[in-house]
């Protein structure tokens, strides 16, 4: 059965549902820079939707519309403006007052939620993502902006305050760093990106803003939003090959913020273009390759279920999936053999459908990479598990359960960020451990088990390798509010609600010794609101 679906999984246009239909091509010509909508008159790059439609010719993958092919000159143009806006920090935006920074991120936040049914739509077009994650992604990014700003409010009031040690009284507060380049992933375009453009805009910073390589359409519904609720210059969005713009950016030396949530190498190219890089802050999302740990006294009905969620939810497409599972000996017989019953309960189809689950795969050559990496696994000594495990039909991968998982093969080691789960078998913990301490990657891991002297071994040993760990629950981001980060190849910097607003932004203090003429002094300064630094306004 599950073949046959395999086999007709594509749908014909006219069984398309009339409200997740797409009108005719979206040709995307506009980019924002300066606080002007441009014109692109040049070449453009068509988007493909994962999505194909039965024609009486056979299967055709949708093109769904195009974006502009800028140049670097145009992204210069782009870099010029944030610039400008900036001013040394002396442009109108970083000098705002906090007060009139969060009235133009909840202008922003009222035009954004407009757009929730084009966005949504256009997720499930450009990425393959399900109705119920498009509109999850689309309701959890509006609740950051709001949990954002709440948070920056919390401190700017703590801020308010004079601090008096030792003879010398003083007022700290957080200010921009600078310029940003801000580049988001195509799996969470919407989200992760937004996870570092609004605090860094919200903190005064001036952004260029380059959208994901897939999930790019989806900008086009906000980008007027963007153009009305920023002062020129302050948020400039530019399109292209990364080679023709990102490069230029770099090593203009202008850049003073690099956020970006992409792979480590790709990191690495564009940090080593600037001409200064210990001038370069960088907030960083990379590779990982996160293990679940199964202890043999683990609850299998909880470690079976948030397995295949860690590793099989949006696909397996999540950095924070799990993507390789140690799994006891004593008990991996019984684990596969449940694992796969959920696998197989698992729906298959299209974005829109009810209740789906595995859906076609963005990423062109996706599913040529997936089978490589099972065929690699069989010639090392593993089997897939599960019945049609592997099977694809174009951009469609039905998920390879892969056993027994050794160091021979690449799957071990190479992060597959599509539906193939690798279970290793283990004897002894130091096992498990062995792998995280060699491991490139060191973002999470998850642990199942009872025994508290065994988990307590492990939260040790793995508490100087990995951000964070999960206790019998898979690995996740959130809450927005914890700490997201991670070591070795996985991250650099932290974000949360909180420490996002501090990533972008430095804190800097005017201090004075605590006599009776430096008192009269700043009081003065205060009273007559002859300063937007020093000053003791309190938000509520």
Not at 223 to 228: G, P, V
Request: net charge neutral; hydrophobic share 40%.
């Amino acid at each position: 059965m599950t073949q046959e679906l395999i086999n007709n999984i594509f749908p014909e246009e006219t069984t398309i549902p009339a409200a997740h239909q797409l009108p005719a091509k979206i040709e995307q010509h506009e980019y924002l820079i300066d606080g002007i909508l441009k014109q692109w008159k040049g070449d453009q790059s068509p988007v493909l939707s994962p999505v194909f439609v039965k024609t009486t010719k056979g299967l055709e993958q949708k093109i769904i519309g195009s974006t502009p092919l800028l140049t670097k000159e145009e992204a210069l143009v782009a870099l010029d403006a944030a610039v400008k806006a900036y001013d040394r920090g002396h442009g109108q935006w970083p000098t705002f007052t906090v007060s009139e920074r969060i009235e133009h991120v909840e202008k922003f936040l009222v035009q954004m939620r407009a757009k929730r049914t084009e966005v949504v739509n256009l997720l499930m077009w450009e990425i393959g993502k399900s109705l119920k994650d498009s509109e999850k992604e689309f309701d959890r990014t509006c609740d950051y902006i709001v949990d954002t700003i709440n948070e920056l409010k919390a401190t700017d009031r703590r801020s308010a305050t004079f601090h008096n040690e030792q003879g010398i009284m003083a007022q700290i507060r957080r200010v921009p760093l600078g310029v940003v380049l801000c580049m988001g992933p195509y799996n969470y375009p919407l989200n992760e990106t937004f996870s570092t453009l609004l605090p860094a805009l919200i903190m005064g910073n001036t952004v260029v803003f380059k959208p994901a390589k897939y999930g790019v359409l989806l900008i086009k519904p906000l980008i007027e939003a963007f153009r009305d609720c920023f002062p020129p210059g302050v948020i400039n969005i530019i399109y292209g090959k990364g080679r023709d713009t990102v490069g230029a950016l770099m090593e203009t030396g202008k850049l003073d913020v690099f956020a970006f949530i992409g792979t480590n190498k790709g990191a690495n190219e564009i940090k080593r273009l600037h001409p200064k890089p210990h001038r370069l802050k960088s907030i960083l999302g990379l590779d990982a390759k996160n293990p679940a740990v199964v202890l043999p006294d683990a609850d299998l009905d909880n470690a079976v279920s948030e397995c295949v969620m860690g590793s099989l939810s949006f696909n397996g497409q999540r950095c924070t999936a799990l993507k390789i599972l140690f799994v006891h000996k004593s008990i991996v017989d019984e684990f596969i053999k449940r694992f796969n019953t959920e696998v197989a309960k698992l729906k298959i189809g299209m974005p829109w459908d009810a209740g789906v689950s595995l859906t076609p795969l963005p990423e062109p050559g996706k599913a040529d990479y997936l089978k490589g990496l099972v065929e690699d696994a069989q010639q090392h000594g593993a089997s897939v598990m599960n019945d049609q495990g592997g099977i694809s039909n174009n951009t469609f991968f039905y998920p390879a359960v892969l056993y027994p998982v050794n160091s021979k093969m690449r799957v071990y080691y190479e992060e597959q960020f599509g539906p193939v789960v690798p279970i290793v078998p283990f004897d002894k913990v130091e096992e498990t451990i062995d792998y995280v301490l060699d491991s490139n990657f060191g973002q999470q891991v998850s642990v199942f088990g009872k025994d508290s002297k065994v988990i307590a071994n492990l939260i040790d040993a793995f508490a100087s390798q990995v951000g964070r760990i999960n206790l019998n629950a898979q690995c996740q981001r959130g809450p927005d509010i914890y700490p997201f980060n991670g070591r070795k190849d996985s991250a650099e910097g932290t974000l949360s609600v909180s420490d996002a607003l501090r990533v972008f932004s430095i804190r800097t203090l005017v201090a004075a010794k605590s006599n009776e003429s430096n008192k009269a002094i700043i009081g003065k300064i205060i009273r007559n609101r002859e300063s937007g630094f020093l000053s003791t306004d309190y938000i509520f």
